[in-house]
């Protein structure tokens, strides 16, 4: 497997890490078309633990990222501080709402959100290094903060995730589930997956296209 990519996860669960289909579906695709991967993700505590059967917050429960990503990985996983983007040739963030409140704090800050510096660092030197990064779900509101104004992404369609990306000087484009926004420029693919998807089914279709487009970018 010539090409590789890495996958910066951020937990194991929707509602307070890595999307567990988005993530699967992302490894499934890089697998099928012979790409190498390597999952990472940041050995940190979670903003918290949400029970997802209930969705409610678990009081006086702890969990570790890196831990919980390990879950999602087989346990083939990365400190995230240990992510060289120089072995890497594009990345990629599944979505999960560990996105907006662990690797930043969208969830409670919106437009005036920070990023976690051992997220930003390395993003930011893919960027620099002008190598694709595919971003799914929630993820697209890091783009502005992290690469700077006018860069096309989506979310679909949500108008408050969208006027927060406008705000801080990002292009928000309308998107189908199952379609991807590509800035050619800056070398960034989005897709929508959870933010609309109803059914796996939906989400694969464009989290597959988007994965796909990384792997054309890659050869460009």
Do not use: W
């Not at 620099?128 to 992404?153: N, Q, S, T, Y």
């Not at 796996?200 to 989290?207: L, R, V």
């Amino acid at each position: 497997m010539s090409k590789q990519v890495a996958v910066i996860l951020s937990g194991c669960g929707v509602q307070d890490g890595a999307e567990i289909y988005e993530t699967t579906l992302t490894l499934l695709r890089l697998d099928q078309l012979g790409i190498g991967y390597r999952c990472f993700a940041p050995d940190i505590a979670q903003h918290h633990v949400i029970d997802h059967r209930h969705g409610e917050p678990v009081p006086d429960e702890a969990r570790n990222v890196l831990t919980e990503s390990a879950r999602l990985a087989r346990g083939e996983i990365s400190e995230l501080a240990e992510l060289d983007p120089q072995a890497f040739d594009a990345v990629i963030l599944p979505g999960g709402f560990g996105v907006a409140k662990t690797l930043s704090d969208f969830a409670v800050a919106g437009s005036d959100m920070q990023v976690l510096d051992s997220l930003a660092a390395p993003l930011v030197a893919f960027h620099e290094a002008r190598k694709p990064i595919g971003l799914m779900c929630i993820a697209p509101v890091l783009v502005p903060r992290l690469f700077g104004e006018g860069i096309a992404v989506t979310v679909g369609h949500d108008p408050a995730v969208s006027g927060a990306i406008s705000a801080m000087g990002g292009l928000h484009r309308g998107c189908k589930v199952d379609d991807i926004v590509v800035d050619f420029e800056h070398r960034i693919v989005t897709t929508p997956a959870y933010m609309l998807a109803e059914r796996i089914s939906e989400a694969a279709s464009g989290i597959f296209k988007l994965v796909d487009r990384i792997d054309e970018l890659i050869d460009r």
